[in-house]
């Protein structure tokens, strides 16, 4: 039943690691599990399974999806400032005439924009690149 | 093939302990899980998961590589150290050597005083 609940687990990792892995890690985990598996052994390999997936899933993800998820983010995200940046000039204009221009509202909402989601992205971006280098600095090449 | 430079990062326990453990012999994964765990005196348990995380990426860069022995069934693949590897953990074993003697030589300038 351990085996099943494990090899369950398994499906939580990228399809090529889990062609060129699994085999070998649910047999390795039935060596273990045969040798001395208790309920803090199965959690240990559970938590680990569920990290090790996401690991994967996380630090080497496909450029082109990467990209792709990002500029589907940005877009998103700019629809909804842009809508909320309308509709915020469009009460203020209501409620106090053509004291506030719409077009400024509108600016003030993008710039919110610019510093709750490009920055902070920019900044993580940035980051992400320099370990990818540091990575393939390391890495050997061809 | 040709390989960049050497690591200048240090390496993780469980990376330094399994490069230890494949430089003496190949070893499947098991036999490597329950190696780490004795040089450790029982400190260092990997799960299945962080062993073959560590494995793929050691296999990535080029510092270990399978090893075809006499069992060819699919889970009892081995594992080796190639030359980059083991240079890698000839470079560690120094950093650490150079770490160990910095921390001695400042505990006895302090015990001395």
Known sequence: MTRELYRLLLRLYPRHIRDEFGDEMLAVFSAAAHDGGGLWFLLRECLGAVHGAARERTFAPALGPAIAGVAIAAALHWMLYSWLGRLLSTAATRLSGPLVHEDVLELAVMGLFALLFLIPLIVLLGREIQRDIERKRLRPTR | ?113
């Open chain 2, 1 to 113: 093939m040709r390989h960049v430079a050497e690591s200048t990062e240090p390496l993780s326990e469980p990376v330094l302990l399994l490069l230890a453990s494949l430089a003496k012999e190949p070893l499947h994964g098991y036999a490597l899980m329950k190696d780490i765990e004795a040089m450790s005196n029982g400190r260092v348990r990997l799960s299945t998961g962080t062993l073959y995380g560590a494995l793929r990426r050691l296999l990535d860069w080029g510092w270990i590589e399978r090893f075809q022995t006499d069992d060819i069934s699919r889970d009892k693949q081995a594992y080796r150290l190639t030359s980059l590897g083991r240079s890698q953990l000839k470079a560690e074993i120094a950093r650490l050597k150079e770490l160990a003697r910095l921390a001695s030589a400042g505990l006895r300038t302090r015990e001395a005083r």
